[in-house]
């Protein structure tokens, strides 16, 4: 790469620093090299008339050629010369989110003593770091470590019967609205200005309860409650009505480990798959035509869909074993 001596014996500088990717900037880059050779602005303007381009004018040659002089580029706003924020800073910001990843830029800036946007950018720009949403999930009790290892357990050694997975049955119940409610803490918009955009939220939407249940080969029809709100009483109803009575001589066959939604396909696969194909445009109007999309959903499951789903199960009786029963979802 050629050198660029610049006048009063200032150390030389690389003019691959003048180029930049944009065709414009380039060509100020050449003028500042032929004014830089000769210091002639009308040696330069012919140079360029020689070539059938229209010369700028002296004012912008000499501007340049002192913008290269004092920041050693001409890209706006920027320079090669030392960052604004010396490397001490950067290592003391990084050593402080070491410690503790979720304090805010705010706080660090006043334990720092920096502005709170030196920290964002060092993060972003420096460091590389990215902002990232914390999944937030049911608080386990001490007690529940043991039940959900104990069902894990169990599950693993009952599923060695191939033939088991045949009788297996998950049931759950979910609410839909026709509103489509949105959780405000997925709500983000990334912009470079302050975004106008509104989300409105219907207090009382309309809303449908849904119960539904899949084994390992089959999705059994749902369940919609007529009720506008569900309570032990209607559920017990349902429950008689799509199982039977239970008899004297039932046993319980394992007991479901509680605050435990990532272990039930339901909860894992069902209702997400569902949803994100329900809540799209055209959005249904009416209850019934909520209803209509919800079947129309839950028909396209196939049964390679639901044995997929089944070893997604197997995997994760065998991460709660590994993690000795705790959250597993973010993992």
Not at 53 to 67: D, F, L, S, V
Request: glycine fraction near 4%; hydrophobic fraction near 35%; proline fraction near 4%.
């Amino acid at each position: 790469m050629r050198e660029l001596k610049l006048r009063n014996d200032k150390k030389p500088v690389h003019c691959g620093h003048l180029i930049s990717k944009n065709g414009e900037s380039r060509a100020e880059s050449i003028l500042v090299l032929e004014f830089n050779k000769c210091h002639s602005v009308i040696t330069v303007q012919r140079f360029r008339q020689r070539y059938n381009q229209e010369p700028p004018n002296a004012n912008n040659i000499r501007r340049w050629h002192r913008m290269f002089e004092e920041t050693g580029c001409l890209c706006k706003g920027k320079t090669i010369g030392r960052p604004r924020v010396s490397a001490e800073n950067v290592e003391r910001i990084r050593r402080t989110y070491e410690r503790s990843l979720q304090k805010s830029t705010y706080e660090s800036s006043r334990e720092l003593q920096m502005p709170q946007k030196t920290v964002w950018r060092v993060l972003r720009k420096r460091l590389k770091m990215k902002l990232y949403v914390i999944q937030l999930v049911q608080q386990l009790k001490q007690e529940d470590y043991g039940k959900c290892m104990n069902y894990a357990t169990f599950m693993k050694e009952s599923m060695e019967d191939e033939t088991m997975a045949d009788y297996l049955i998950f049931s759950d119940e979910s609410t839909f609205h026709i509103s489509g409610k949105v959780n405000q803490y997925n709500s983000r918009i990334w912009s470079t200005e302050k975004p106008s955009t509104l989300i409105e939220h219907e207090h009382d939407s309309v809303k449908v309860y849904v119960f539904c249940a899949i084994s390992s080969h089959k999705l059994y029809s749902p369940f919609f409650f007529s009720e506008r709100s569900v309570t032990s009483n209607v559920y017990l109803d349902m429950l008689e009505r799509w199982i039977g009575r239970s008899g004297e001589a039932d046993d319980v066959f394992c007991s479901w480990p509680p605050r435990s939604p990532d272990l039930t396909p339901c909860d894992f696969f069902l209702w997400g798959y569902v949803k994100d194909r329900v809540y799209v445009p055209r959005m249904s109007k009416t209850i019934e035509e909520l209803k209509v999309c919800i079947c129309n959903v839950l028909a396209s499951v196939t049964e390679q869909m639901l044995q997929n789903v089944w070893r997604e199960m197997d995997y994760r009786l065998d991460v709660v074993r590994v993690t000795k029963g705790s959250h597993i979802e973010h993992l």
